[in-house]
Each structure stands twice: as structure tokens, then as C-alpha cells.
């Protein structure tokens, strides 16, 4: 491989590094919060996409990960199509893309809950979207799910459909939308996930060194989730 100018013999390390680097450029170029979906760009037509596409398959395929911030219900619809994104699915992941005052502006929303506050709140947010007033409260939830439908899936169909070329080879190996939604979940950042990718190069470990071996697995079971993230960037670069 050659990676920044410079040649490297990959052992799983460098193209995790690749890849990491890639995501990280890719998803400030999407729009949402916990969970990003892709948005049309004029300097992107089918042939880019589909690459990314593929790129994300590959990355799945070679070291089984991919970036998990990219939404499960844009990925879900990608491999499968829009009609197995039901409505639990789709608010739920809709809540994940929201910002936080929007998020909780419309859970109120959605419980009948909402004080004067979450109604500027939950205007903003319907302004955002296209919508210049807020429906009546007995119609809300359809309203809301109408706006989730349109920003998470309506908007950047053109992308899933160039997405849905090269992730055609998945529907084998994630066959449904329970398969889909678990390989997110098994992604979640906990602590003994990094810890796992911990090998050491030697066999046998000196005292000192098997000492510190353990005193580093125990620090990074221990750390909060932004941190472990940063780990785990670090661990796929190593």
C-alpha cells in the first residue's frame, strides 16, 4: 500500500487506518446528529456513490466494520429497501439524527407532553424541514413521521439507490432487518470491544510487560463512551 506518500505492508492495521480516515472526512459531509445521513453534493454522480457504496462494503467484508454513525435506517433501505423501515424503526433513528433540543422538542412531542418552550422548539424543526406551522396535536405523529420518512429516507433515495448496487452482494449475509440492526448493535462502543483487539506481538510476556498489558485492558474497560470511541479509532489504526 502507499499511504501518505509513503510505502506500508499492510497487516489489517494501515487499510483500518485507510478506512477510518475516509469515514471520518465522509460523515462531516453528512447531515444529522448521533446518526448521519448522506446528502446530495454537485461534485458527486452515480459513478462517486456507487463507490462509497462499495468502499463500505469492503470495509464490512475485509475487517468486519463499518462506520456506525451512518444511520441504520438509510443502510437498512439500502440493502433491502424502503419498505422494511417500518415506523418504529424510522422514529427511533429519526430521534438519533435530531439535535438534542429537537430530540427531546418532539419525544414531548410525540407523548403530549410539550410546554410553550418545545413548541418554539418543535417549530424550529418543522421550519427546518419545509413546514412554516405545526400541525394540530391529534394530528402530530403522522406529521412526524412524515418529516422522519422525508429526511431520512426520501431525501437521499438517489444515494441509496446507487448504494443498493454494490450492497446487493449482502442481502445473503444480512438477510433481514433483524441482521441488519444487530450487526449496528454488536458495534456499540463498550469496553471490552477494544480490549479485544489487543494482541501483543510476543508470545511470552515478561512480568513487566504483561504488567503493563493488564493495566492498559483494565484502563480502557474503564473509560467513558467519547473517550472509548477515540480508542477504538485507535485500535482499528495500530
Same mark, same amino acid.
Given at each position: ?14 487499510? =483500518?487506518? !485507510?478506512?477510518?480516515?475516509?469515514? +471520518?472526512?465522509? #460523515?462531516?459531509?453528512?447531515?444529522? /446528529? &448521533? ?63 435530531? =439535535?438534542? !433540543?429537537?430530540?427531546?422538542?418532539? +419525544?414531548?412531542? #410525540?407523548?403530549?407532553?410539550?410546554? /410553550? &418552550? ?80 489487543? /494482541? ?39
Amino acid at each position: 500500500m502507499n499511504f501518505v506518500n509513503e510505502n506500508a505492508v499492510d497487516d489489517a492495521g494501515v487499510s =483500518r487506518e !485507510v478506512y477510518t480516515a475516509f469515514w +471520518e472526512q465522509f #460523515l462531516e459531509q453528512c447531515e444529522g /446528529e &448521533n446518526e448521519r445521513v448522506p446528502r446530495l453534493r454537485p461534485d458527486f454522480c452515480e459513478t462517486e456513490w456507487q463507490a462509497v457504496g462499495q468502499i463500505w462494503v469492503k470495509n464490512l467484508l475485509d475487517h468486519g466494520v463499518f462506520p456506525v454513525r451512518l444511520s441504520k435506517a438509510f443502510i437498512l433501505a439500502c440493502i433491502h429497501g424502503m419498505d422494511l423501515v417500518d415506523v418504529d424503526i424510522l422514529i427511533k433513528l429519526f430521534l438519533n439524527y435530531l =439535535r438534542p !433540543v429537537e430530540r427531546s422538542a418532539v +419525544e414531548k412531542a #410525540l407523548q403530549g407532553t410539550m410546554n /410553550e &418552550n418545545d413548541e418554539e422548539d418543535l417549530l424550529d424543526l418543522f421550519t427546518r424541514m419545509g413546514s412554516h406551522f405545526l400541525p394540530p396535536k391529534n394530528n402530530m405523529q403522522p406529521a412526524i413521521e412524515t418529516m422522519a420518512h422525508k429526511a431520512v429516507l426520501q431525501e437521499p433515495k438517489y444515494i441509496m439507490d446507487c448504494f443498493s448496487t454494490p450492497m446487493a452482494c449482502l442481502q445473503l449475509k444480512l438477510s433481514d432487518k433483524e441482521s441488519v440492526l444487530s450487526l449496528y448493535e454488536t458495534k456499540k462502543a463498550t469496553g471490552k470491544r477494544p480490549v479485544q483487539l489487543f /494482541e501483543t506481538t510476543k508470545l511470552m510476556l515478561s512480568h513487566g510487560e504483561q504488567t503493563t498489558f493488564d493495566h492498559l485492558q483494565r484502563y480502557v474497560k474503564t473509560l467513558m463512551k467519547p473517550k472509548l470511541k477515540k480508542s477504538r479509532i485507535f485500535c482499528d489504526m495500530c
